[in-house]
């Protein structure tokens, strides 16, 4: 994967995204476990995404996007229950929530493109 990648560049836009939010409802909110549970996975999608970078391997990149994609998943349930519990209203959940999901298909083609070229 080069640097100049887009999936770099959106899980390291949507991990600021997740700061920010975080900061919102810990201070606006006073919402401290489901919060700091998202900033976790949601900064974690970039991260891996970082590592798979300098992967050993083709398995090992493979490895890396699915932790990746594993966290995406994980962050839109934090999301949810952020959104059903009336944390987030619809607008702010929609605009986050679609981010994470276009993550996690990017994530999915590449984990895909990459086992499907292994064979």
């Known amino acids: 994967m080069r640097n100049d990648n887009q999936i770099l560049f959106d899980s390291k836009a949507f991990a ?3 700061i920010r939010l975080y900061n919102y409802l810990k201070q606006e909110k006073q919402v401290y476990v489901l919060s700091k549970q998202l900033l976790r996975s949601g900064t974690s999608i970039g991260a891996n995404v970082r590592e798979s970078v300098n992967a050993q391997s083709r398995m090992d990149f493979i490895n890396k996007l699915n ?3 594993k966290e995406a998943n994980e962050s839109e ?3 949810e229950l ?13 605009s986050i929530y679609n981010d994470c999901g276009k993550i996690a298909a990017t994530l999915t083609k590449i984990i895909r493109t990459t086992k499907a070229t292994a064979n």
């Open 67 to 69: 932790i990746a994609l």
């Open 82 to 94: 952020l959104h059903e519990s009336n944390y987030l209203d619809d607008q702010q959940f929609e």
């Open 16 to 18: 600021l995204r997740i």
């Open 77 to 79: 349930y934090w999301l």
